[in-house]
Every structure is written in structure tokens, then in C-alpha cells.
């Protein structure tokens, strides 16, 4: 993908009552969406900047990746 490409955040308010904010990242890696419970965790999330992480168990193996 081009360097030049941003990743960019979106929150999305929820349609009725009782359904959950949605958080969207589009970067060039792909896009990722999760749903929170409260506006304040939207922001949280959206302000985060994301980082890939490997993750190995005791072993030395790995688990997969978190991003």
C-alpha cells in the first residue's frame, strides 16, 4: 500500500437506545470496528493510538497478534 495513506477514526452514534457506539479504524492495513457500551469508551478508544503487538506465551511461542 502507498506510505502515504493516513489511518483515520470514526465514532458512530448508535440508531435507537440500547445499542452500542461503534469505533471505526480505516487504515492501510484494512479496516477494524468495534462496538463499546458508552460514548466516553468510543473516545478513549478512538484518542489510542494503535501498535501491533506479538504476544508469547511461557513457551516462547507465539499466540498471534493483537492490533
Known sequence: ??????????IYH?????MP????TVSPD???VTAVSSKEEARILAS???MKVL???????NNGEHG
Open 21 to 24: 457506539y461503534l469505533v471505526e
Open 30 to 32: 484494512g479496516v477494524d
Open 48 to 50: 489510542k493510538k494503535t
Open 14 to 18: 448508535p440508531p435507537k437506545p440500547g
Open 55 to 61: 504476544v508469547r506465551d511461557e513457551t516462547g511461542e
Open 1 to 10: 500500500m502507498a506510505k502515504n495513506k493516513k489511518t483515520k477514526t470514526a
